[in-house]
């Protein structure tokens, strides 16, 4: 229970708490409303009822409906960052130095997320967002290929950033169906199955091309070849 205030400075920390759990209620609140309803039909009376809060109180922390779906989409992508960040971190720790390895860790970690908050990887994979939101989510995608592109030390070339992209989409992709997946057991099957492909694709690195044979040269021209060009 949350006690009154009986000083300036404490007054601060229970007014920052306060505030702290009405946003907290109306994120929880939104979440199982967007993923019960869809963003569309959801309405902001639904939420601020759910989460026991006020219209006015909504419209002061987050700005609308729109703004509180983009708040759930940015906490849920902290927490793959975060989640990814810390699996490769103890890989390291542990000894591991392979690029191979600490990508596959961290892209498990990734996976694992989409399980457990498969309720919210679901509604952002729907389409049923707020205007722009899809043009926020392929930037979301840039930047974590470029992260990726860093954490691999690929060149900056073109062929490398496609290789990137290809290993960042495929776990993408692989996120999808560990959040369709029906049991525990089908979403592990899925997550062995997206990192073992992955593991195959980085076994010789990004494609390069052939090097092109070199051209013959040109024989020396000779007296005798020039009187019979003549």
């Known amino acids: 229970m949350v006690r009154q205030p009986t000083s300036r400075s404490s007054s601060g920390a229970w007014q920052w708490q306060r505030t702290a759990q009405t946003q907290r209620a109306l994120l929880d ?10 963003f ?30 983009v708040a ?9 960052e975060e989640a990814a960040s810390k699996a ?18 961290g892209a498990r970690a990734f996976l694992e997320g989409s399980w ?19 043009i926020m989510k392929r930037r979301r995608g840039r930047e974590w290929i470029g992260q990726n592109d860093a954490l691999l030390r690929l060149p900056d ?12 989409n495929i776990i993408s992709e692989g996120a999808r169906e560990v959040a369709m997946a029906k049991t525990r057991r089908q979403a592990n099957q899925i997550i062995d199955a997206v ?7 980085m076994t010789n690195g990004a ?24």
């Open 195 to 201: 990192i073992e492909y992955v593991c195959r694709l």
């Open 88 to 105: 490769v971190a103890a890989a390291r720790q542990s000894g591991v130095t392979d690029s191979t390895e600490l990508f596959c860790a």
């Open 29 to 38: 609140a939104a979440r199982e409303i967007f993923t019960e309803q869809g």
């Open 72 to 80: 759930l989409y940015q906490e849920h992508q902290q927490a793959h």
């Open 207 to 230: 494609w390069k091309p052939a090097a092109e044979p070199a051209e013959p040269a040109e024989p020396p021209e000779t007296a005798e070849t020039a009187e019979t060009a003549a």
């Open 157 to 168: 070339t073109a062929l490398d950033r496609l290789y990137a992209a290809i290993l960042t």
């Open 116 to 134: 457990q908050r498969r309720d919210l990887a679901m509604l952002f994979f729907a389409g049923d967002g707020p205007p722009g939101f899809e």
């Open 40 to 69: 569309i039909e959801a309405s902001i009376a639904d939420v601020v009822e759910r989460a026991g809060s006020s219209v006015g109180s909504l419209y002061h922390h987050f700005g609308g409906k729109s703004e509180l779906f």
